[in-house]
C-alpha cells in the first residue's frame, strides 16, 4: 500500500503539468491561424537563417529564428501541431478500439479466440515497427489518412496484449462468476463488469499511445513520407534542421523540446490518470 | 521436455514467419502504382513492358507470385532488387553486419549502464540516490530512440563535436577488410586505429539505441534484486561479513537476473526495429537504412527481403532467451 501512496501524492504536480502543456500546444495548434505570428510557409530569402530573439541578428516578429528558406520556426511548429495533434488523436483511437476490443475478447473468452489472436499479435511482433509504418505509407499513398491508417494498423497490439492479459485475470474473478450465475450473457459480462475494470490501464495506454503515435509522424515526416511536404510538420522541420544543423542550430533544436516535452507529458498524463482512476489505488 | 519445448517453439516460429511473408506479399502487391513502369524510361513500348512483367513474373496471378516467391526464399533466392539490379540475399547479407555490430554495441552499453544502475540503487535503496536512479530510468524510458538520437546529435556532433554524427567509417580511410564485420575484423587484424574511428562513428547511435533499453533494466533488475535482498540466503550472507556490494554481486544478483533477462530478449527485437531509423538519422550503412530506400524507390523484392531478415532475426532471439530461460530457470530444468 505504500506504493499506492507514493504515486497518488505524485500525481497531481504531475497531471498538472503533463496536462498543462499538452492544453498550451493544443490551443496553440487549434487557434494557429490567429496567433502564428507569420504565415508558416512564406519563403523570404533576405530573412533566411535568422537567430532566435536573444542572439545578435534577430528580427522583431520571428521569436525563435526562421530557417534556410526564410520561414519563421515558431509559427511552423505551431501550423505543426496540427497535424501533430490530429494524428495523436485519431490514431490512438483507432489502434485503442480495435486493440482493446479483440484484448478482451482473447482475454475473456480464451480458447480458439483467443489461439488465432495471439498467433496475429506475435506475427505483428516480428516486424520492425517503423519498417512496417514506412512501408504501409509508402504502399497506401503519402497523406494525413494514410499515415493516421499506418499508425494504427501497427499499434493495436500494444493495446492487445496488455488488455489480454488484463480480462484473463478479470474473468477469473469471483464477481465475473456472480454476475454469470446471476443469469448475465457472456458478452454483457464482458462489457458491464471486465471492461469498466480494464478501463484505467485503456487510458493510460491511450494517453501513452497519443505519443508515440506523434513520434512515428514526426519519423515518417523526417523521411519525407508523412503529408504533403509544403504543410509543416514537426518531423519535416527536424529534417530540416538536421541537414542546417552547423548553420542553424536551432531549427533542429526548437521542434525537438517541443517534441520531448509533448512525448513526456502523454506518457506521465497516462501514467497519472491511471493512478487516479485505478480502483485498488484509489 | 526441454526438447519438446524447443520443437514447440520452433514450430510457432515458423507459423510466424510464414504470416510474416504472406502479409509482406500482401501488403505490397496491393500497392498502386507500377514497379515495372518505373524502370523503364517514358515511352516504352507496352511490348517492352509485358516482357519486363513476365521476366519478374508480375504476369501471374498474386497467389502464384506468392508461392512461386516462398519456393525461392526457402532455395535462398529472394530475388532480384528491382532499384540496385542486384541479388537481393547478396544485399542484405552486405548490409546486416553493420547493424548487427551496431545493435551488440547497443545492446552490451545497455546492459552495462542498467545493470550499474539497477546495481547501485539497490544497494542504495531508500535513499534520494534511487530516487534519482528512477526519475533518470523513467525519462530514459519515456523518450524514444529517434529524439534521443537527435539529442546527442546536438550535444556532442555540434555543441561540443567530440563524435562523429554521421557514416559508418571514416571515408578517406583505407580499408583492409574482407568482411562487413569491421569492428570484429579490426579488432581481429589489431589494427586499433579503425577500430576506434569505427567506434567514434557507432557510439552515438548505439547511445540512442541503448538508453531506453538501458532504463528498462535498471528499472526490473532493481525491483527483482531489492526483492531478492529480503530473502533468508541474503541476510545469512550479510551476517557471514560480506559487505552490501559483495552481497549483491555474489548472491543477489544471479537469482534476481532471471526476470529481467526474460524481458531483455523482447526488448531486444525493438531495439534491433529502433536502428531502421537510428541509422537513417546518423547515416550509418546498415540494413535499415536501406530499407528506407527500398520503400521510398518502391524496390519490392528488397522490402520483402529486408523485412524477413528482420523478422527471421526476431523470431531467433525471442528462441534464444526463451531456450535460455528454460535452461537457467531450475524449475522448468527438472520439470
Known amino acids: 500500500m ?37 504565415d508558416p510557409l512564406a519563403q523570404d530569402l533576405m530573412l533566411e537563417r535568422l537567430p532566435p530573439f536573444w542572439l545578435d541578428g534577430a528580427e522583431p516578429g520571428y521569436w525563435l529564428g526562421t530557417d534556410s528558406l526564410g520561414r519563421d520556426l515558431l509559427s511552423r511548429l505551431i501550423f505543426g501541431g496540427r497535424i501533430a495533434f490530429i494524428v495523436a488523436f485519431a490514431a490512438a483511437s483507432a489502434a485503442c478500439v480495435v486493440g482493446s476490443a479483440l484484448g478482451l475478447i482473447a482475454g475473456y473468452f480464451g480458447g480458439w479466440a483467443d489461439r488465432i489472436i495471439s498467433r496475429i499479435v506475435d506475427i505483428w511482433m516480428a516486424f520492425p515497427p517503423v519498417l512496417f509504418a514506412i512501408l504501409l505509407v509508402a504502399v497506401l499513398g503519402t497523406g494525413l489518412s494514410s499515415v493516421i491508417i499506418a499508425i494504427a494498423v501497427i499499434d493495436w497490439t500494444r493495446f492487445c496484449r496488455v488488455i489480454r492479459a488484463e480480462a484473463m485475470g478479470q474473468a477469473r474473478m469471483d464477481y465475473v462468476e456472480s454476475a454469470r450465475i446471476a443469469g448475465y450473457g457472456r458478452i454483457g459480462i464482458m462489457l458491464r463488469e471486465v471492461l469498466p475494470n480494464v478501463l484505467p490501464s485503456i487510458v493510460a495506454l491511450l494517453s501513452l499511445e497519443m505519443g508515440i503515435a506523434v513520434i512515428v509522424e514526426a519519423i515518417l515526416s523526417f523521411v519525407n513520407l508523412s503529408i504533403s511536404t509544403d504543410d509543416p510538420t514537426w518531423g519535416g522541420i527536424i529534417a530540416e534542421g538536421r541537414l542546417s544543423i552547423h548553420q542553424a542550430w536551432w531549427v533542429l533544436v526548437f521542434p525537438l523540446i517541443t517534441l520531448i516535452l509533448t512525448v513526456l507529458s502523454f506518457s506521465q498524463f497516462g501514467e497519472a490518470l491511471k493512478a487516479r482512476f485505478d480502483p485498488v489505488l484509489r | 521436455m526441454l526438447l519438446q519445448r524447443f520443437l514447440v517453439r520452433l514450430l510457432t516460429m515458423l507459423v510466424t514467419l510464414f504470416g510474416v511473408a504472406v502479409v509482406v506479399f500482401v501488403v505490397i502487391r496491393v500497392a498502386p502504382g507500377d514497379p515495372i513502369a518505373m524502370m523503364l524510361p517514358p515511352g516504352a513500348s507496352d511490348d517492352d513492358i509485358a516482357r519486363l512483367r513476365a521476366l519478374y513474373g508480375l504476369d501471374k496471378t498474386i497467389v502464384q507470385q506468392f508461392f512461386i516467391w516462398l519456393g525461392g526464399v526457402l532455395r535462398g533466392d529472394f530475388g532480384t532488387s528491382i532499384s540496385l539490379r542486384q541479388d537481393v540475399l547478396g544485399l542484405v547479407f552486405d548490409r546486416l553486419p553493420a547493424t548487427l555490430e551496431l545493435a551488440t554495441v547497443a545492446l552490451l552499453m545497455a546492459v552495462a549502464i542498467g545493470g550499474t544502475a539497477a546495481i547501485l540503487g539497490a544497494r542504495e535503496r531508500g535513499t534520494a540516490f534511487e530516487a534519482g536512479i528512477d526519475i533518470a530510468s523513467g525519462t530514459a524510458l519515456s523518450i524514444p530512440d529517434f529524439l534521443w538520437g537527435l539529442v546527442l546529435i546536438l550535444l556532442f556532433g555540434v555543441l561540443v563535436p567530440v563524435f562523429d554524427i554521421s557514416g559508418r567509417v571514416s571515408p578517406q580511410l583505407d580499408l583492409p577488410f574482407v568482411t562487413q564485420f569491421y569492428l570484429v575484423e579490426s579488432l581481429l587484424r589489431l589494427r ?31 525491483q527483482s534484486l531489492k526483492e531478492v535482498l529480503d530473502l533468508d540466503y541474503v541476510v545469512l550472507a550479510r551476517v557471514k561479513g560480506f559487505s552490501e556490494t559483495q552481497v549483491i554481486l555474489r548472491e543477489a544478483l544471479k537469482n534476481a537476473a532471471l526476470p529481467t533477462l526474460t524481458l531483455v530478449g523482447v526488448q531486444f527485437t525493438f531495439l534491433i526495429g529502433g536502428t531502421v531509423i537510428v541509422e537513417r538519422l546518423f547515416s550509418y550503412e546498415g540494413l535499415g537504412n536501406m530499407a528506407i530506400d527500398a520503400v521510398i524507390n518502391r524496390d519490392l523484392p528488397l522490402i520483402q527481403g529486408i523485412v524477413l531478415v528482420f523478422a527471421l532475426l526476431f523470431v531467433l532471439i525471442n528462441l534464444a532467451v526463451d531456450m535460455m530461460y528454460a535452461l537457467l530457470n531450475p524449475r522448468l530444468r527438472h520439470g
Open chain 2, 192 to 222: 586499433f586505429d579503425l577500430t576506434w574511428d569505427l567506434l567514434k562513428h557507432m557510439l552515438m547511435p548505439a547511445v540512442a539505441l541503448a538508453l531506453p533499453l538501458a532504463a528498462i533494466i535498471a528499472q526490473l533488475l532493481k
Open chain 1, 2 to 38: 505504500d506504493d499506492a501512496r507514493i504515486s497518488r501524492s505524485g500525481s497531481s504536480p504531475r497531471l498538472w503539468l503533463a496536462g498543462g502543456w499538452l492544453l498550451l500546444a493544443l490551443l496553440a495548434a487549434v487557434l494557429a491561424p490567429l496567433i502564428a505570428p507569420q
